[in-house]
């Protein structure tokens, strides 16, 4: 199994720009959530769904869209680029025990 | 604001000593859970302990968990060069696993 496989690794935007990151997974968890990670803070929830279907706001939502239309997807879109938004992306899935699963990142870079 | 704040913020020692990282939270859970984050890659889950357990153990990981005073540690005993990494500790405050909380996390280095 590949786990959590998100793309791309690296991205480099203007600000204004769109885009999408990628997520899949392959254990058949129900959970996925978004997560960024910046310096001095930890790990923030942007968006988490709970089922094909069904997703949910997190912590830090502004600026995110999020579908799931498949067990296995969990795309995240940035609708305008912001500086702000410069961050490191993380995809997690997992079951409803608790144990999460995580990709290897995305490093996103807002000129 | 941030559910769980790890203690101390960083940490240095030799290997072969043991290192012990706090984490302090501020409501109510089901469960706790450490992971560990090696320099640019993914958090990797190291062990999950419930609210009614009081102390876990994993290889060489102890976690303790104290709900009265909402905080756990998590020790690593005989460390090595390999355990230099970022710690988290995560909880399920909001909710459950899809929504975990995670703290500002613990730089450990392991010098050989």
């Known amino acids: 199994n590949a786990g959590v496989t998100q793309t791309p690794k690296f991205q480099v935007l203007k600000t204004g720009q769109s885009m999408t990151l990628q997520c899949a997974q392959d254990?058949?968890?129900?959970?996925m959530s978004w997560y960024r990670q910046d310096p001095g803070m930890g790990l923030r929830l942007i968006h988490y769904s709970v089922g094909a279907g069904i997703t949910d706001q997190g912590e830090v939502p502004n600026g995110y869209n999020v579908s799931r239309s498949t067990t296995e997807d969990f795309p995240l879109r940035l609708l305008s680029a912001a500086p702000s938004q410069t961050s490191v992306y993380f995809c997690?899935?997992?079951?409803?025990?608790?144990?999460?699963?995580f990709g290897e990142g995305s490093r996103l870079t807002v000129l | 604001s941030q559910q769980g704040e790890e203690d101390p913020q960083a940490l240095s020692i030799q290997e072969g000593e043991n290192a012990t990282m706090n984490c302090s939270y501020k409501t109510s859970i089901n469960n706790l859970q450490w992971y560990r984050q090696n320099s640019g890659r993914g958090l990797v889950h190291l062990i999950l302990i419930r609210s009614n357990e009081r102390e876990k153990h994993s290889g060489r990981l102890r976690v303790t968990l104290d709900t009265s005073k909402k905080s756990s540690s998590l020790l690593i005993t005989a460390s090595r060069a390999a355990d230099t990494a970022s710690y988290f500790c995560a909880t399920d405050a909001r909710g459950g696993s899809e929504k975990l909380v995670f703290g500002k996390g613990m730089k450990l280095t392991v010098n050989p």
């Open positions: 254990m058949n968890h129900e959970y």
């Open positions: 997690a899935s997992s079951y409803n025990t608790g144990e999460l699963f």
